[in-house]
Each structure stands twice: as C-alpha cells, then as structure tokens.
C-alpha cells in the first residue's frame, strides 16, 4: 500500500503559477506510476498527467497541455505538478494518485477507464484557489 501527500496548494491570482508537490512513502518509488487529478465543485473529477517513475514516461490530459508539467524527483520519493498562467476555472482540489501498473492509470488520466479499476492509492487532496 502506498501513502500520498499532496503539498503546494493555496491561494493565487489569474495568470499565476503554483507547484504542487506529491511525497510518496509505503512503497519502493521506482515500481510504481504516480498522476494528479482534480475535482471542482459541483464537477466530475478530472485527469491531469501521469508520470512513470521507473523509466519516465510522461502521459498529459489534453486540457492540461502546455500549461502543468509533471516531473519527479527521486531523491525525495516524489513527483510535482507545475501548474502556470492559472485560470479561475483551473479553481479545484488537485489529488495525487498512484498505482502499481502503468496502463490503468494513464486510462484514467485520459478518460478511458471503463473497467471500475481502483488505483492503489489516492492523496487527501490540496486547494487550489484561482482568483480573478
């Protein structure tokens, strides 16, 4: 079983940036991939980008692309969410997941997921609150 705390989080104009930091702890890093999600109010939860930790492989939502980066940092067991240019509508509690196999969670990141997989773990989430 694999814990995840999310960092990062809080308060920022439109057009600002915020990274938030996911540390994973449970399990060995490398045999497992890690994603981050969000959730507004009132909306169904959203994929972001999913990253490999074993050999990098990096899989972006299309609503995410060119404004989050996803990276890792293996020293500190965790993976980070670069987030810029933010928006109000980017307003959400973002979540940290991971998972033990590669494939389910880039399905889930993608919207693809028809199977009812469950992910081994989740974070407890952070806000994200995007000001205009």
Same mark, same amino acid.
């Given at each position: ?6 960092? $990062? ?67 500190? =067991? ?20 991971? =998972? ?15 199977? $009812? ?16």
């Amino acid at each position: 079983q694999v814990q995840l705390l999310e960092s $990062g989080g809080g308060l920022v104009q439109a057009g600002g940036s915020l990274r938030l930091s996911c540390a994973a702890s449970g399990r060995t890093f490398n045999n497992y991939a890690m994603g981050w999600f969000r959730q507004a109010p009132g909306k169904e939860r959203e994929g972001i980008a999913c990253i490999n930790t074993e050999d990098g492989r990096i899989v972006y939502a299309e609503s995410a692309r060119g404004r989050f980066t996803i990276s890792k940092d293996t020293a500190k =067991d965790s993976v980070s969410l670069q987030m810029d240019n933010l928006d109000p509508e980017d307003t959400a509690v973002y979540y940290c997941a991971a =998972d033990g196999a590669w494939a389910p969670l880039v399905h889930q990141i993608l919207g693809t997921e028809t199977s $009812g997989y469950q992910l081994d773990g989740w974070g407890q989430g952070t806000q994200v609150t995007v000001s205009s």
